[in-house]
C-alpha cells in the first residue's frame, strides 16, 4: 500500500472532479480519475525508484492529446520540470531546447519517437515512449512545493538563438486564477484547443484553465478551418480562442461555403459564450468580419510567455477594435519612458509588469535575467498607450523581434541559419504588416561571388533547419544591405523596400 503526499493544487482540484471528462481527442473521451492514473504512472517510470526528480528537466515530444496532459502532470508530480518540444519542429530545433534544457529524459508518443531517438542516443539522454513508459505499478509521489520550478517554454529574443523561460508552479497558478476569473471559466464549460501545446497561449490560456476548473478540453491534433468548423457545429462548445491567423482562415472557409452552410455556421456560434484572439495584433478587418458572421465581438488580450497574460478586454463590457483592454486580477502595469520613469497619461511607453505571475528567471542566463528586469518590474519590450478603451499596443521596441501568426520570432536567429547557407554573403530578417500573419517573415540575401540565390532552395534548406513559422516567406536579392555610418543594417529601409515590391515572393536587385 502506498502513502499518499500532498498533491499540487491542479492535482487536488482534479480530484474534485474525478468523473467529469477532462480531455476529448483522437485517442478518446478521458476523465479527470483516468487523468490522475495515468500520470501517477508516467510519473512513477520517470522516478525509476527515486524518491523525487529535484527539479530535473523533462523533454517531451507528444501531439495534443490525453497522452500530451498525463506526461506533463507526471513530470510535475515526480518533481521534475516539464519542457514541451514543438511536433512542428525539425529536428535541429528539437535538439536545441533538449541540449540546452540539460534534460533528464525526454518522453516520445511513438509516432515521434524516431525523431527523438538519435538526438537521445547522440547525448546519452534517456528516452521513454509513451505509452510503454507508462507500464509500472504507481508508487510513492514526492510532495511538490507550489514555488519549485514546473515549466520551460522556450521563446525567442534579441540575442538570437531561445531564451528557456522558467515558470514555477505558483507562477502558473497565479496566471490560471487570474484568467479564470476574468474570462468566469467554469466546471460547465468545453474549450475546443486548436493552438500548438508548446506556447503558452495553448498551454495555458486554453488547457491549464480549463483543467483547473473542472471543465472539458477538447484538443485538435493540428488546426484545420474544415474540421474545426464541423466541430463548432456539432454543440457543445463553450469557449474558442486562437491567433488573428486562424480566425482569418475561418473566415476563409465559411465565404468559401454555400449560403446553407453559411447560415449553419454562423448559427453555430451562437452557442459560444466567450471567443478570444491573442499573441498577435489582431487587425480591425478581421474583428469586424468575424463578429459579421458569429455575432461575436472577439476578446483581445496582451501577454507574452514570460508573465502570462497581463491586459485583458471585459466578458461584460465594450471592448474597442485596436485596444487590448486593462489589466488583468493581481496584475501591476505600468508604462515608462526610456529612463525608466512612468509616463503621463495619453504618452506612449515600454509596458512593465509585476505580479506573482512572472517567471522566475531565464535557464542558464542570468545576465540576460538581470537584464529582463528593471526595478523588480519585468520590461516586456513592447510600447503601447493607454486611451479611453484601455491599453493600446504600438509594436516593439526592438526591430529584431518579428510577431507572426502569434509566434514571437527573433530575426537574429533566422539570420544565423541562412548565413550557415553556402550560396549566402550576407543577410537581413525583417517583418513586413500583413493582414493574415501580423507580420510575414521577409529577407533580404546578398549573395557569394559567383553565386545565385534560388530562393525555392533557401526556402526548402530552411524547412529542415527553422520551424515553419520561421521560414521566410518573401526574398529581396541585394547587391548589398543598406547600412549606417557605422555598418548599422538599417532595417526600416530593407521594411520600406519590401512593401514598395508588393507581396511577391522575390523582389527585384537592389
Known sequence: M??????????????????????????????????????????????????????????????????????????????????????????PELEYAIVDSGALAVVAHPELAERVEPIARRHGTRLLVWPAAPDHAAGTLPSVATERRAQIFYTSGTTGKPKGAVLTHANLAAQVQSLVAAWEWSAEDCVLGVLPLHHVHGVVNVLTCALWSGATCELMPRFDAGEAWRRLMAGGVTLFMAVPTIYARLIAAWERAAPEDQARMSDACGGLRLMVSGSAALPVGVLDQWRDISGHTLLERYGMTEIGMALSNPVRGPRTAGHVGTPLPGVEVRLVDDGGREVAPGTPGEIEVRGPMVFREYLGQPEATRQAFHDGWFRTGDMAVVEPGGYRILGRKSVDIIKTGGYKVSALEIEEVLREHPDVQECAVVGVDD???????????????GCRIETDRIQQWSRERLAAYKVPSRFLIVNELPRNPLGKVLKPNLVARFRETGSGKRGNVM
Open 435 to 449: 493582414p493574415e500573419w501580423g507580420e510575414r517573415v521577409c529577407v533580404a540575401l546578398v549573395p557569394r561571388a
Open 2 to 91: 502506498t502513502s499518499r503526499a500532498p498533491d499540487l493544487p491542479i492535482v487536488e482540484r482534479a480530484a474534485a472532479h474525478a468523473d467529469r471528462t477532462a480531455i476529448v481527442a483522437r485517442d478518446g473521451r478521458f476523465t479527470y480519475r483516468e487523468l490522475l492514473a495515468a500520470s501517477h504512472a508516467v510519473a512513477t517510470a520517470l522516478l525509476e525508484g527515486k524518491n523525487d526528480l529535484g527539479e530535473a528537466r523533462v523533454a517531451y515530444l507528444v501531439p495534443p492529446s490525453f497522452h500530451w496532459v498525463a506526461t506533463q502532470w507526471g513530470i510535475w508530480r515526480a518533481g521534475g520540470v516539464a519542457v514541451p518540444l514543438a511536433v512542428s519542429h525539425p529536428p
